[in-house]
């Protein structure tokens, strides 16, 4: 057979709808779906009594209307308020974040810290928090006796 534009499209058509036609395709997405779904590391969300918190979001400028959704006292969705004049249902990818800055451990300060390292280094040591009342104090009272207390 001689393979000419009209004999490759013709093949190729057909062969596109050959594999439409067959079940293959959609038993490949069936189980696709069947196997994202059981996947171990998917979060299993959180059941027990809804609740609702209005707040407004301080991570950026805009001051944005936040509600956020718990469930026995953790908060499980960051989502815009519809009665806030600044932002009418909206909210920016930094407050939809929000969760993600309250829970991930990589990024979050657990307790007081003081740190060990050169500036910018990243090492830091738990200390308790009176320990963290001492030192902030000292560091308070010793600017106001230079008349710096602006430095703070």
Known sequence: MKITRRNFIA??????????????????????AIW???????PVPPTGEFTKETSVCNLCPGGCGIAVRKVDERAVKIE??????????????????????????GIRFPGPMKRVGPRGSGEFQDITWDEAFAILGKRISGLRKHGQPQKL
Request: aromatic share 10%.
């Open 11 to 32: 093949s190729i058509v057909g062969g596109v709808v050959g594999i439409q036609v067959t079940p293959l395709p959609w038993k490949f997405t069936d189980d696709a």
């Open 36 to 42: 994202t779904q059981n996947w171990r590391w998917v």
């Open 80 to 105: 815009g308020r519809t009665d806030y004049p600044v932002n009418p249902g909206g909210i920016c990818p930094v407050g939809m974040g929000g969760l993600q800055l309250l829970y991930n451990e």
